[in-house]
C-alpha cells in the first residue's frame, strides 16, 4: 500500500490542488491531503472550514482523505507510514522554494521522498492568494474553484 500526504493551507482549495490530488491518485494507493493548522500565513478560513471544503471536493475519490496537522511535515508523514509527500510545482518560482523544503524534510526523514507534480498549464498562474483577492471584490472565480468554494467566498465577502 504506497500512501502519500499532500500537505498545504488550502485556504481554499482551488481547481489547480484539485488536479494535482487527481494525478496522485493515478499513481498511489492512498492520498491523505492534509490541511496545515498553523501555517506562516494569514488566514482566511478556519482549519474545519478549510477541510469541509476538501471533503466535498474529493467526495468521490475513495483513494482520498482529508485531515489536518500541527508541527513537522514529516512527522505526519511518519505518524500515517505515508512513503511520500505530494508538492505541486506551477512554475520557475515555486521551483527554489520547494527544492529547499525537499531537500530540508529528506535531511530530517531520509525515508520519505517529495514528489513534485505538474498541474495541467491552466492552472499555473492560479493560487489561493489570487482567488481571495478576486473574491473580496467580488470577482468572478467561477473557473478557479468549485462551486461549493465559490459559494462560500461568496458567503464571506457579500456578494450580491
Ligand atoms: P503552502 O502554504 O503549503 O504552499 P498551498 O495551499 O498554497 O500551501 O499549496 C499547497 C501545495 O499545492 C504547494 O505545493 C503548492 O505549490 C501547490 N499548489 C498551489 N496552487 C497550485 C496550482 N494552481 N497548481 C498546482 N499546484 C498548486
Known amino acids: 500500500m504506497a500512501k502519500v500526504i499532500y500537505p498545504g493551507t ?11 490530488v ?27 472550514e478549510r477541510v469541509e471544503m476538501l471533503k466535498e471536493s474529493f467526495k468521490d475519490l475513495k483513494k482520498v ?5 500541527d508541527g513537522l511535515v514529516v512527522d505526519h508523514a511518519r505518524n500515517l507510514n505515508a512513503i511520500g509527500i505530494i508538492r ?42 489570487i482567488v481571495r483577492n478576486l473574491a473580496q471584490f467580488h470577482g468572478d472565480i467561477s473557473e478557479f474553484v468549485p462551486p461549493h468554494v465559490f459559494e462560500r467566498l461568496k458567503k464571506k465577502f457579500g456578494y450580491k
Open 10 to 20: 488550502f485556504d481554499p482549495v482551488t481547481n489547480g490542488h484539485i488536479d494535482i
Open 22 to 48: 487527481y494525478r496522485a491518485v493515478e499513481l498511489f494507493d492512498e492520498v491523505i491531503v492534509t490541511v496545515a493548522r498553523n501555517p506562516s500565513k494569514t488566514i482566511l478560513f478556519s482549519v474545519d
Open 65 to 69: 482523505t482529508v485531515d489536518s496537522f
Open 88 to 129: 505541486g510545482l506551477r512554475a520557475i518560482s515555486d521551483f527554489e522554494y520547494e527544492f529547499q523544503m525537499a531537500l530540508m524534510n529528506r535531511k530530517l526523514a531520509g525515508e520519505i521522498t517529495t514528489i513534485l507534480l505538474m498541474p495541467h498549464a491552466k492552472y499555473t498562474y492560479l493560487n489561493s492568494t
